[in-house]
């Protein structure tokens, strides 16, 4: 059982950035595939990116070079830097951690906006 608990979002200009924290408990998180998900009012949840227990990434396409996912196992915290923002950027963002593509525990999400 993990309990995630996202931070660090809020408003910025176009081309800021931000960095979002999603701290978990339970001492199995190097385990588990941590994965970030945003959700924009009237649209469904999309997949942002994610790191696996062995630290490889796979990011979006629309946020690839421009997001960067890592961790800190010892922290039992995952990250997303997030650069050169655009307007399209806003969302609620979620982290999740499961097991492959499969999630199986979620934050309550950070809201991120981004004006022009």
């Known amino acids: 059982q993990l309990q995630l608990v996202e931070s660090g979002g809020g408003a910025v200009q176009a081309g800021g950035s931000l960095r979002l924290s999603c701290a978990a408990s339970?001492?199995?998180?190097?385990?588990?595939?941590m994965g970030w998900f945003r959700q924009a009012p009237g649209k469904e949840r999309e997949f942002v990116a994610n790191i696996g227990s062995g630290g490889s990434t796979t990011y979006a396409a629309s946020v690839k070079g421009r997001f960067t996912c890592s961790r800190d196992n010892a922290k039992n915290t995952v990250y997303l830097e997030m650069n050169n923002l655009k307007p399209e950027d806003t969302a609620y963002y979620y982290c999740?951690?499961?097991?492959?593509?499969?999630?199986?525990?979620w934050g309550q999400g950070t809201q991120v906006t981004v004006s022009s």
């Open positions: 339970g001492r199995t998180f190097s385990t588990y595939t």
């Open positions: 999740a951690a499961g097991f492959l593509a499969s999630y199986h525990f």
